[in-house]
């Protein structure tokens, strides 16, 4: 059902920019002009950082309906009460608004999303809770909580624009200049087929780019984590994940990335490897 939103959500966020562009020349006269280089340019930054920004601006809405979260909004048990208390101690520390919290069944994990700092969700797994104990929990609720602090859902919406447009104006640019003839006439069919050939190719390039950066603040997630309740809750939390198997721990590939682990292999790894960063947590606590 999550893959279904996503590409509903896409598709969706495709659509509008085009409206976008369909209101902007016929209503205020504004025409993009795609066969010039600064036009190209613009049309690229547009659907480059339109898409991921209104991504950002829907990633709570997904995450609550993909994941099936259910919020906690006045606690129902003496677990609920010891959550909200908690990420809201967490939350004053940080310095941060207070995030909406929820649960939501599968196997040991959490996430955090939203668009700002006070405006944001985090969210603990059914198997997170089951699995681990208060200080273990605690130890996550940290990790997420600093991911929050970090600003890391709005860093990654502006890599992500800036690769995306990347992609869009240099395949294009490509696409341009192979499929047209000597008398400067384009064959449409061919500028489609090579510039979308060519997208999926740079694609794989920008999502390693972005990976490798979404290790990079994990490690720094975990810094805060130590920082906000200490090295133990979240260093065992994850010495714990580690002894489960790597298919029973991920999230689905929509939301793997916001996750306290992902896994996929070397470059396009959403998360260092479990090892990796109990020794990062082990170094940066004897600092």
């Not at 049309?43 to 993909?66: C, D, E, N, P, Y």
């Amino acid at each position: 059902m999550s893959l279904i939103m996503l590409i509903v959500m896409n598709l969706a966020v495709m659509a509008s920019l085009y409206v976008a562009l369909f209101i902007l020349s016929s209503f205020f006269g504004i025409y993009i002009d795609q066969q010039s280089m600064s036009g190209l340019f613009m049309m690229a930054a547009l659907f480059g950082f339109g898409g991921s920004f209104i991504s950002l601006f829907m990633s709570k809405w997904m995450a609550v309906r993909g994941m099936g979260v259910e919020l906690i909004d006045t606690p129902q048990n003496s677990f609920e009460e010891w959550l909200l208390g908690t990420i809201h101690k967490l939350s004053v520390e940080a310095n941060i608004g207070m995030p909406e919290v929820g649960i939501f069944d599968a196997p040991p994990n959490a996430f955090a999303t939203g668009w700002d700092k006070n405006n944001s969700l985090v969210a603990v797994s059914t198997g997170l809770i089951e699995s681990m104990d208060k200080d273990e929990i605690e130890g996550v609720l940290a990790h997420e909580i600093s991911h929050i602090k970090n600003g890391d859902m709005v860093t990654m919406t502006l890599m992500q624009g800036v690769l995306n447009t990347f992609v869009i104006f240099v395949s294009r640019l490509l696409a341009s200049m192979v499929a047209r003839d000597r008398n400067g006439n384009t064959n449409h069919m061919m500028y489609f087929a090579i510039s979308f050939a060519l997208e999926m190719i740079f694609s794989l390039f920008a999502t390693a780019i972005l990976m490798w950066y979404s290790r990079h603040r994990e490690y720094r997630a975990d810094e805060g984590a130590v920082d906000l309740s200490g090295p133990q809750g979240i260093y065992y939390a994850l010495a714990k994940l580690g002894r489960i198997p790597k298919e029973e721990l991920a999230l689905s590939d929509d939301y793997r990335a916001f996750g306290i682990v992902g896994f996929l292999g070397s470059f396009f790894a959403s998360h260092p490897p479990i090892e990796a960063r109990l020794e990062h947590i082990q170094e940066y606590s004897r600092r």
